[in-house]
């Protein structure tokens, strides 16, 4: 299973990025998947997740009403949409794949067995 990550880059506070996630090496509706993201010094922090199938989504609150992670079954692609940009925003994202078949996404990092290799998404003030 290979996950590859792309779309980050530089942006001004207030800015938009869309970062997307191609899922190769296994049946793609039958996972959901994430997105995490790490800050300079510090830990590892789940985003956003999307269940299997089209529709329920989780997001950490500091980013609901700004972002939104969509999903192309036909590409087995992952998207995170990301408007109205902050400085806090600024990490390396990472999508990630869970270990087993399940509909809905789950915060726990354990439950991922495969991540991409992280996109830098740089916002500046």
């Known amino acids: 299973v290979q996950l590859q990550a792309s779309g980050g880059g530089l942006v001004q506070a207030g800015g938009s990025l869309r970062l997307s996630c191609t899922v190769s090496?296994?049946?793609?509706?039958?996972?959901?998947m994430s997105w995490f993201r790490q800050a300079p010094g510090k830990e590892r922090q789940f985003v956003a997740g999307i269940r299997s199938t089209e529709g329920s989504t989780l997001y950490t609150d500091s980013v609901k009403g700004r972002f939104t992670i969509s999903r192309d079954s036909a590409k087995n692609t992952v998207y995170l949409q990301m408007n109205s940009l902050k400085p806090e925003d600024m990490a390396v994202y990472y999508c990630?794949?869970?270990?087993?078949?399940?509909?809905?996404?789950?915060?726990?990092?354990?439950?991922?067995?495969?991540w991409g290799q992280g996109t830098l998404v740089t916002v500046s003030s």
């Open positions: 090496g296994r049946t793609f509706s039958g996972y959901y």
């Open positions: 990630a794949s869970p270990r087993f078949s399940g509909t809905m996404p789950t915060i726990k990092e354990g439950e991922y067995a495969y």
